[in-house]
């Protein structure tokens, strides 16, 4: 038999324009995999023409986000790379401290921390279940069909937040509003930057509020364990208030309407998310193969650095592609399948070193919740239209689904 000689690999195109589009909505761009397997670094050129590098494997990744001493994430940074012209006056008008290094990150971050304690959560987790179940009546008694995605995807994690926070749920239109403004690709600078103060001065409002009407929430007790002892500012407050906001709304939305999705795509991703004594391991695999952020973190290199082979120079920035580590083939077997069989813990998806996310035990229980209480209690759940007609998040920071239409 004569033997089909393989192709000859199309050689990588020279610095190309970034982001990339996607070929298909639920696979990163392909030139992801292609760059991972020439090697751990590929160069960009962004919006203003300047040069980055895409940091594409696994171990780099997290190599780098370790190195806070040579790598920046200081988002004020002149030289921090952006995916937008928008971004970098959001980027430096940021105040809170996932735009810091240290020392000032762990000065203000370890305020923060028993607030996300996994005891904390745990003691949220009864809520949590409570609200999933309210949403779901909700729905039912809504009855065929809705759109998941502008619904419950929408209102449990602002539900959940509200209840952590203390803030009123009627605002969480104005909060998603903010949030989607600042994570958004298409905006213009003055857009984003006034959703981005509209925000921390609601937060600031909240704030005030809680002083004079406390209650048992995490605006309560950070007034009472740091800002009355003079250690946090009010409008230092504020600002990290906004940045929780925001963290918690759009990410967990886009991973239950994502994961939805492909539960609805995918028999046996349905089978194991819809059970309780299985869901842990569906969850995790599917935030390893969504990776709803897109283009963070993001570092500036302080100084020289060598990574295989290809030296970073002063200045440069860097994007640390998560959804890139998260398919990287060295660390998951087979990985663009989604398998809920293997062991996804390694998976990147809440970052990594000093900047690892805050909320992801709060993220992870409310979707360990919602899966199975919504495949549970509807049974006969299926997408209401085809494929086609589903339009994915291409033009946002976090990537997910604008709508769901779904019937049961
Ligand atoms: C599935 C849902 C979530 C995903 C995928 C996610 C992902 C991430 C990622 C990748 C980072 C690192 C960003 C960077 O280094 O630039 C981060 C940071 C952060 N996240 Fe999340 N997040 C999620 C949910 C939440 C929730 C529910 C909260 C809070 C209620 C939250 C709060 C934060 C905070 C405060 C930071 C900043 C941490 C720091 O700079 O020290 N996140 N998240």
Same mark, same amino acid.
């Given at each position: ?29 392909? $030139? ?9 670094? #590929?160069? &960009? ?8 590098? *895409? ?9 780098? $986000? ?9 988002? =004020? ?18 105040? =809170?401290?996932? @735009? ?11 305020? #923060?921390?028993?607030? #996300?304690?996994?005891?904390?959560? *745990?003691? %949220? ?89 406390? /209650? ?10 740091? &800002? ?35 539960? $609805? ?20 695999? $599917? ?14 290199? %302080?100084?020289?650095?060598?990574? @295989? @082979? ?8 860097? #994007?640390?592609?998560? =959804? ?6 060295? &660390? ?18 809440? @970052? ?6 805050? /909320? ?14 919504? %495949? ?10 085809? *494929? ?11 990537? /997910? &689904? ?7």
């Amino acid at each position: 038999m004569v033997a089909i000689p393989a192709p000859a690999a199309t050689a990588l195109p020279d610095a190309p324009r970034f982001p990339f589009g996607r070929e298909c909505p639920f696979h990163p761009p392909s $030139l992801y995999a292609r760059a991972r397997s020439a090697g751990p670094l #590929f160069a &960009v050129t962004l919006w203003n023409g300047r040069r980055a590098w *895409l940091v594409t494997r696994h171990e780099e990744i997290r190599a780098v $986000l370790m190195d806070d001493r040579r790598f920046s994430g200081a988002m =004020a940074h002149p030289d921090f790379p952006t995916v937008t012209e928008a971004r970098v006056t959001v980027d430096r008008n940021e105040r =809170a401290f996932v @735009g810091m290094d240290n020392p000032a990150h762990d000065h203000y971050r370890r305020m #923060f921390t028993r607030e #996300f304690s996994v005891r904390r959560m *745990l003691a %949220l987790k009864a809520r949590i279940q409570a609200i999933a179940d309210a949403v779901i009546d909700e729905l039912a008694a809504h009855g065929p069909p809705a759109d998941l995605a502008g619904t419950l995807a929408v209102k449990f994690p602002s539900l959940v937040m509200s209840a952590l926070i203390g803030s009123p749920y009627e605002d969480h239109r104005f909060i998603i509003d903010c949030a989607v403004g600042r994570h958004g690709l298409t905006q213009t600078p003055g857009e984003a930057l006034e959703k981005a103060r509209a925000l921390a001065a609601y937060f600031r409002r909240l704030i005030d509020d809680k002083e004079a009407r406390p /209650g048992d929430d995490l605006v309560s007790r950070v007034i009472e364990s740091h &800002v009355k002892p003079g250690q946090l500012s009010r409008d230092d407050f504020a600002e990290i208030g906004a940045m929780i906001l925001r963290a918690g709304h759009d990410t967990t939305t886009n991973m239950i309407g994502m994961g939805m999705l492909l539960c $609805l795509r995918d028999e046996d991703l349905r089978r194991r998310a819809a059970d309780p004594a299985s869901v842990d391991a569906a969850v995790e695999e $599917l935030l390893r193969f969504i990776t709803p952020v897109q283009f963070s973190p993001r570092r500036v290199a %302080l100084e020289d650095v060598e990574i @295989g @082979g290809t030296t970073v120079r002063k200045g440069e920035g860097l #994007f640390l592609l998560l =959804a890139s580590a998260n398919r990287d083939e060295r &660390v998951f077997a087979d990985p663009d399948r989604i398998d809920c069989a293997r062991d996804a813990t390694d998976h990147l998806t809440f @970052g990594y070193g000093i900047h690892q996310c805050l /909320g992801q035990t709060l993220a992870r229980y409310e979707l360990q919740v919602i899966y199975p209480a919504l %495949l549970g209690r509807l049974p006969g759940l299926r997408l209401a239209v085809p *494929l086609e007609e589903i339009r994915f998040k291409d033009d946002m920071q976090i990537y /997910g &689904v604008h709508n769901l239409p779904v019937a049961w």
